[in-house]
């Protein structure tokens, strides 16, 4: 088996990305992978209602081979091309790369900024670690042929571990939660951070459920709620700073969006808008009124709570549907890691977005065009 | 029956007794002239056989030891003893002596701390009813000495109680080696055993009753190489470590032809490709997280491995390296596969 050329073979002077990027979608305990020729794809998700996605971009890793085989099964003729899909245990995986660096003096997780509001990343590097002494660690992930597994090797000095998880065959069944790009009626983008306070605040208060709602015309321009808990019901506005809109007429603010959610952010500020957002955009078909609200079971929403901490920014997108996007941007380069990394790998800022969908409460009175999402 | 001494090593002491007592609830301490004895025999899982010089934990001038047979066995609660070693953690002097209250025999620690206060006396009493009057020199912080006496009860054990006890013995191992950092090898080991806890738990309960903790299967060869592993239905993991050392066995004990004839020497032999050349053994998960304990005294230690049967731990003390009586021995049973 050794001698064959794997069909995939992914090195990393840097587990502890993957690892980051991987616990965010933590919650379930296997995840399903599909290795492409521009990264591989880890996605989790529970009884269709949440998912959570990770694209690990092949720019993360100091080298990526991708060898599809010539031979190809019938299954893989509509693209023309083959990309192995297998499940494997993502808490096995997780476990393997946290022996990474396990007798690390410092905490990995410890945060290094300890003023800032941000929980902040991860500490690729800080003063207690020495970049120098990762040298000689790599951590290679390798897939030989199909049906094969799907093997972890991590190298420091003297230690070679490697673990080889058994992939499962993927049931066919396996879906994305259809996000309608053509009819997001709501792009809201800002500092992951203060999602994550505001989702543990309400989170206290141990709710069943949480509200989103969104308006570009009145206070509160943002606010999420938690209710249904034994407790009352608690909820964060995102206000408006005092200073910025003293003088400023209100004014209705409408954007057509853009149909790609992407790096438009900061093209303009909406003068209606909380000001902790970057961008925010809410354009309510005419049948809402001028205000989005949309619930979400607040159990389902905690499960990206780990993405959130970890994530520099979030885009928060709803769809006509009802169906809830948080797009988590994980920015790696801010640490000093990547500027030594040897072999000149890609000192480019290394980025990895991290994908959660949700598929909304059925309100019981306008249940309308909801009901059929999932048929 | 007398027995006292100062304690000159506290940490270490301290350290031991922790790890110690991760092993079992009760320690047979044997105190001899110049030499102490810790004992611990589980009814399951590993057995551990001390042997520290007096110097190693006590000061040799104080110590007092008299008996009729020149020997005092003890049996210990382990835990206890260490729970009042911690008290005395930046003690200026420590002493236990042997002692009595009623009928019951103790282990007296009576430790002397000194510590600053806070306040503005010695007792941290605040003056009030006297305001301005304070002498300059009572405001500031002062010493103030702390008597602390621990009273661990032990039992006196008779000669016929532990004429039974011997340590285990075992056939010439077939692999030794110089472990790794115990840290590092203990925090791979307890992934390990996450990793086939977790995998068992979520695969359901197809084993039933088989509660008990996974079993991790640890093997070496006498090329410098070590290997953990663990295997469940969703994965096979293992880590490898080499460039370690086979510590070459003393000359002035074994004749040239007794080391030749050493099943150690038969393993040498074989190419550290042949899976023949590694001597296996399979341990029990968490007794191995505990045995590793001992970590924290950051000691040399060379394993032994009896392939199938046992490995035997040889735990040596930080500058007792060369010593030959300061010595913690951990036998440690193979399962069957």
């Known amino acids: 088996?050794?001698?064959?050329?794997?069909?995939?073979?992914?090195?990393?002077s840097n587990a502890h990305h993957l690892y980051t990027s991987l616990q965010c979608i933590g919650f379930a305990p296997k995840a399903?992978?599909?290795?492409?020729?521009?990264?591989?794809?880890?996605?989790?998700?529970?009884?269709?209602?949440?998912?959570?996605l990770v694209f690990l971009d092949k720019a993360l890793f100091t080298s990526y081979t991708f060898n599809p085989p010539n031979t190809r099964n019938e299954e893989d003729q509509e693209n023309n091309s083959y990309n192995p899909c297998f499940v494997v245990s993502l808490s096995a995986l997780l476990e393997t790369l946290k022996i990474f660096g396990v007798n690390d003096s410092s905490a990995p997780n410890a945060p290094n900024r300890a003023t800032s509001v941000q929980p902040s990343n991860p500490a690729t590097s800080s003063a207690f670690t020495t970049p120098a002494l990762l040298l000689d660690r790599s951590c290679t992930l390798q897939y030989f042929q199909d049906g094969s597994p799907l093997s972890i090797t991590l190298t420091e000095t003297g230690v070679k571990t490697t673990c080889e998880l058994t992939t499962y065959e993927a049931d066919g069944g396996e879906m994305d939660i259809p996000l309608q790009r053509d009819a997001i009626i709501m792009k809201i983008i800002m500092r992951s951070a203060w999602l994550h306070n505001a989702v543990t605040e309400l989170g206290a208060t141990s709710p069943t459920a949480l509200k989103i709602s969104a308006s570009a015309q009145e206070e509160p321009f943002l606010a999420l709620s938690g209710s249904g808990g034994p407790f009352s019901e608690s909820t964060v506005e995102f206000s408006v700073e005092q200073g910025s809109s003293t003088n400023a007429a209100p004014q209705p603010y409408h954007k057509v969006l853009a149909d790609d959610g992407t790096s438009r952010a900061r093209a303009k500020r909406a003068k209606l808008a909380p000001t902790v957002t970057e961008t925010f955009l809410?354009?309510?078909?005419?049948?809402?009124g001028s205000r989005i609200t949309q619930s979400y079971r607040f159990a389902l929403i905690q499960k990206a709570t780990r993405a959130m901490a970890a994530a520099n920014k979030v885009s928060i997108r709803g769809d006509r549907q009802g169906v809830l996007s948080l797009q988590f941007m994980i920015d790696f380069d801010n640490g000093a890691t990547g500027n030594v990394r040897p072999g000149g790998g890609s000192i480019c800022s290394a980025v990895t977005f991290v994908d959660f969908r949700f598929v909304p409460l059925l309100d019981e009175e306008d249940g309308e065009g909801v009901g059929n999402l999932l048929e | 029956m007398r027995f006292r001494s100062q304690l000159t090593n506290i940490a270490t002491f301290t350290k031991l007794t922790a790890s110690l007592s991760s092993l079992g609830k009760v320690c047979w301490m044997r105190l001899e002239d110049g030499v102490v004895r810790f004992t611990i025999i589980p009814d399951q899982g590993t057995q551990v056989w001390a042997q520290l010089p007096v110097d190693a934990i006590f000061e040799e001038n104080t110590y007092f030891l008299e008996?009729?047979?020149?020997?005092?066995?003890?049996?210990?609660?382990?835990?206890a003893l260490h729970r009042a070693l911690r008290s005395a953690a930046g003690a200026t002097t420590a002493q236990i002596r042997l002692t009595k209250k009623g009928n019951i025999p103790l282990l007296?620690?009576?430790?002397?701390?000194?510590?600053?206060?806070?306040?503005?006396?010695?007792?941290?009493?605040?003056?009030?009813?006297?305001?301005?009057?304070?002498?300059?020199?009572?405001?500031?912080?002062?010493?103030?000495?702390?008597?602390?006496?621990?009273?661990?009860?032990?039992?006196?054990?008779?000669?016929s109680a532990i004429d039974g006890l011997h340590e285990p013995r075992c056939r010439d191992p077939d692999v030794h080696i110089i472990l790794p950092s115990l840290i590092q090898l203990k925090s791979i080991s307890e992934r390990f055993t996450k990793l086939a806890t977790d995998a068992t738990a979520t695969?359901?309960?197809?084993?039933?009753?088989?509660?008990?903790?996974?079993?991790?299967?640890?093997?070496a060869n006498m090329h410098g190489s070590l290997r953990l592993a663990i295997a469940?239905?969703?994965?096979?993991?293992?880590?490898?470590?080499?460039?370690?050392?086979?510590?070459?066995l003393d000359p002035g004990q074994l004749s040239q032809t007794e080391i030749e004839q050493l099943p150690s020497e038969r393993m040498r032999a074989l190419s550290d490709n042949d899976e023949a050349a590694w001597a296996k053994v399979r341990i029990d998960g968490k007794d191995w997280g505990r045995v590793l304990s001992v970590g924290r005294l950051s000691p040399k230690v060379v394993a032994c491995f009896v392939h199938e049967t046992a490995l035997i731990l040889y735990v040596y003390l930080p500058g007792s390296w060369n010593g030959e009586d300061s010595c913690l021995t951990y036998y440690i049973n193979s399962y069957a596969a």
């Open chain 1, 282 to 288: 809410v354009s309510p078909p005419s049948s809402m």
């Open chain 1, 32 to 52: 399903t992978v599909q290795i492409t020729s521009d990264g591989i794809r880890f996605s989790a998700e529970e009884s269709r209602v949440v998912q959570g």
């Open chain 2, 108 to 159: 007296a620690l009576t430790v002397l701390a000194s510590s600053w206060t806070a306040g503005s006396n010695a007792l941290g009493v605040t003056d009030a009813d006297r305001p301005g009057q304070g002498p300059p020199e009572r405001s500031g912080p002062r010493e103030r000495e702390t008597l602390i006496v621990q009273e661990i009860p032990v039992k006196v054990l008779h000669e």
């Open chain 2, 67 to 79: 008996a009729n047979s020149g020997v005092v066995n003890l049996e210990v609660p382990v835990g």
């Open chain 2, 203 to 219: 695969s359901g309960s197809v084993t039933g009753l088989g509660a008990s903790s996974p079993r991790l299967e640890l093997s």
């Open chain 2, 232 to 248: 469940t239905d969703s994965l096979r993991i293992s880590s490898v470590w080499t460039d370690l050392v086979n510590p070459p």
């Open chain 1, 1 to 12: 088996m050794a001698d064959a050329e794997p069909i995939f073979t992914a090195v990393s």
